[in-house]
Each structure stands twice: as structure tokens, then as C-alpha cells.
């Protein structure tokens, strides 16, 4: 016994039992698989068995970088300017020689989640891809698209304005190689229409100009909120989840929202909402209850953005004492689906329960609310955040 304590007092002794005991924790940890980068599951779609047909594989699956900018794309898209970038790749804004049209073209950088489809690999013959970006097939099947119709690819206008699904559609896809170096690797791209008016920020700044108060913002909006619930209600019931609905990703037309950015679409028994990645981010593990949730907060945060008395939006907000306050609380408590959702906002009021108006802290005129302003707003920016996280912090997370 003296032995061994003498043995394992020395230096080298110790520093082998704890390389020892670090081996065991590591044989034995469990592995950690990558539920958020595992495949969305297409296959319930009711067209998903033959597709992609002939009809729908581009002209050229593989195109070129060409032009001064070394940033045209063939002789077909010639750049115009940057539009964006994040994450997963950059957006930029093209004009398409066949038509003339402003296009959206977004270049994919981030890890590939779907293998592709048989017909797409054979009619790449040679080239060594096996997996493309989600968005792609994702935007394809939920929100159309033109390719094989005529030689421009481009949807007509009128043919978009009569379209029920509210969703941007594919105009192109195709693969280019990130250099004129054949060993680097091909980025996969897709084109959608250019739409000039923006996002949701954008429509809060051009109604923020307009002085309105809440309530009239919320009266003239509802029509369009409501046809953007339809699409939402089309998805879920097709058995698919965006995951990702945010002012950021809500595109308009006029008095029309489309849902862009379908990256993170996901069928409804997909594994990711059952991880803990997925909770902390703050969403919920209902992703249909969770989409029509983050409409609700971003309709909230435009209007409350583009009102010309965001104090009133703010105390009525969390008194109840306004239809969107009420409308909100009670989706909080009972969530309901987009269809159920759609039909409150047709029947052009909500069920109003009146108790504990009086009482309310937040009512004007109280002494809360006439010495605490800033934490009444701060009480409401907290309230109607989509994400638990800063976006600033999300880098840590994802």
C-alpha cells in the first residue's frame, strides 16, 4: 500500500492517470450528431416522385464567371451590385439579357444539406457533386417555378400577380466554379425574381413617412397579413415548416408579402426540434405553432416600427386593450394554426376579455407609466423578439 501511494505521488505517475482518465471520457462520450445539418425529407410532397422532370432541369447546369467584374455570370446575367450577404452565401442583383428583368441571384457557401435528386446528377455527367443547398429544391416545390415554360425562364407578370402561393419562386439554378483554378469547388446558385420594394424593414421605413397611427397602420395591413397566413397554411398543411419567418425574409409587392429564403425548410417531424440547439434559440417544439408565431411578431414589429405613436402601441400592447394586444396574448396562451388565425382576423374583431384592464400598470395616466417609458419599451422589445438570442450573438450558436 505504501508502494503504490509513493508510486502515485510521483510526477510522471499522475500525469499517466489523468491521460488515462481523459481517454476513458472520451471513448465513452456520446457522439454528437449534427441533427441540423441532417437532410429535409421531401418525399411526402404529392409531386416530390418524379421530380425533377426534363421540363424542370435547367438549360445549363454548369455556367461560367465571365466579364470585366469577373462576376457575370455566361453571357445571360451581367452583374449590377451587391444586395446582401450572411452566413450562407451572398445575394446580388443581376439583369437578365433574355428579358431584360432585375434578377436575384444568391450564391450558396455554406454546408450542403440534400443529396441531390438522380436526374440532376446524371445530367451533370462528370462533374463530382452529390449535394445541393436546401433552398433549392425547397423553392422549387413550394413556390414554383418557370423553367422549361419559355426561353427567358421568367414568370410573366401576370402570371405572378394571379399566383395563390405567396412564396418566390425559381427562375434558374445552376452550379459555378468559385475560380478560373479547375480544382476549386462548384458553388451551387439561385436566381428568384428581384423584387425593388424590399423587405419588411423596408416597408417600415416607407410607412413610418406616412405618420399613421397604429391602429390605422393595423387596419390597412390586415388584408395583406391575412393573405400571408394562407400561404403559411398551404405549407403546413403540405406537411412542411419555413423555421425561419422574419421581416427579413418577408418580400413585398405592393400590397402583397411573399416568404423568401427557404434554407431551413424542414418537414414536421424533422430531429432538429427536439434538440436543445433548437430550443435555445427560443423556438418552439411545434414548428407550425413556431412559424405562425414569428408572423404574428414580425406584423407586430412593423407596425409598431412605422407608427407615428409607438408609446400608445406600446402601453395598449401590454394592457390588451388593443385588437393586435389582445390578438397577441391570446395566441400566447392557446396558440392556434394559421388557418384558425386567418379566420379571426376575417371575422374583422377577436374575442376581448376586459379583465384587469383597470388594474393594468401600463394604463396612461397611471404613475408607472408616466416615470417608466424607456422600461415599458425595453418590457415590449423583449417581448417581441423572435429569437432568445442577440443576432449579434448568434455566430455562437449556429
Same mark, same amino acid.
Request: with cysteine.
Given at each position: 500500500?505504501? $508502494? !503504490?501511494? %509513493?508510486? /502515485?505521488?510521483?510526477? #510522471? ?7 488515462? =482518465?481523459?481517454?476513458?471520457? @472520451? ?32 438549360? $445549363? !447546369?454548369? %455556367?461560367? /464567371?465571365?466579364?470585366? #467584374? ?7 446575367? =451581367?452583374?449590377?451590385?451587391? @444586395? ?315
Amino acid at each position: 500500500m505504501i $508502494r !503504490l501511494i %509513493r508510486l /502515485l505521488s510521483t510526477r #510522471s505517475s499522475r500525469v499517466f492517470i489523468l491521460a488515462l =482518465l481523459i481517454l476513458i471520457f @472520451l471513448i465513452n462520450r456520446p457522439v454528437r450528431v449534427d441533427l441540423k445539418g441532417a437532410p429535409t425529407d421531401f418525399s411526402g410532397l404529392s409531386d416530390f416522385s418524379n421530380w425533377p422532370s426534363a421540363a424542370q432541369l435547367p438549360r $445549363r !447546369l454548369v %455556367r461560367h /464567371l465571365r466579364g470585366s #467584374s469577373g462576376l457575370d455570370i455566361d453571357d445571360r446575367y =451581367l452583374f449590377v451590385r451587391e @444586395l446582401g450577404s450572411g452566413c450562407e452565401g451572398t445575394v446580388r442583383l443581376y439583369r437578365d439579357t433574355s428579358s431584360g428583368s432585375p434578377v436575384a441571384i444568391k450564391s450558396f457557401q455554406s454546408k450542403y444539406r440534400n443529396p441531390l435528386p438522380a436526374r440532376v446528377t446524371e445530367a451533370l455527367e462528370a462533374e463530382d457533386v452529390t449535394y445541393w443547398p436546401t433552398e433549392i429544391p425547397a423553392t422549387i416545390l413550394l413556390g414554383g417555378s418557370t423553367l422549361g415554360r419559355n426561353d427567358s425562364g421568367l414568370i410573366s407578370k401576370h402570371e405572378f400577380e394571379s399566383s395563390n402561393v405567396d412564396i418566390l419562386p425559381a427562375l434558374d439554378y445552376f452550379l459555378i466554379r468559385g475560380s478560373t483554378r479547375p480544382l476549386d469547388p462548384l458553388i451551387w446558385h439561385l436566381v428568384t425574381p428581384y423584387l425593388g420594394k424590399g423587405t419588411f424593414i423596408d416597408l417600415s421605413k416607407r410607412l413610418a413617412a406616412e405618420n399613421r397611427t397604429f391602429a390605422h397602420l393595423d387596419l390597412s395591413l390586415r388584408p395583406s397579413l391575412h393573405r400571408f397566413l394562407g400561404s403559411l397554411a398551404r405549407m403546413h398543411r403540405i406537411g412542411m415548416c419555413h423555421n425561419d419567418v422574419k421581416p427579413d425574409n418577408i418580400f413585398v409587392e405592393d400590397h402583397r408579402w411573399l416568404l423568401g429564403d427557404m434554407g431551413n425548410v424542414r418537414e414536421l417531424r424533422h430531429p432538429y426540434y427536439s434538440t436543445s440547439q433548437w430550443h435555445r434559440d427560443g423556438q418552439w417544439a411545434d414548428c407550425q405553432a413556431n412559424d405562425v408565431r414569428r408572423a404574428l411578431l414580425s406584423y407586430l414589429n412593423l407596425v409598431r416600427r412605422a407608427a407615428a405613436d409607438p408609446g400608445a402601441f406600446d402601453q395598449q400592447f401590454l394592457c390588451r386593450s388593443s385588437l393586435l394586444g389582445e390578438l397577441y396574448w391570446r395566441f400566447m396562451e392557446e396558440p392556434i394554426s394559421a388557418r384558425e388565425l386567418q379566420d379571426e382576423l376575417r371575422l374583422g374583431h377577436e374575442k376581448r376579455s376586459t379583465e384587469g384592464f383597470v388594474s393594468c400598470p401600463y394604463s396612461q395616466g397611471s404613475f408607472f407609466w408616466s416615470t417608466s417609458k424607456p422600461l415599458v419599451s425595453h418590457r415590449v422589445n423583449l417581448e417581441l423578439r423572435w429569437s432568445t438570442v442577440p443576432e449579434k450573438f448568434k455566430f455562437w450558436i449556429h
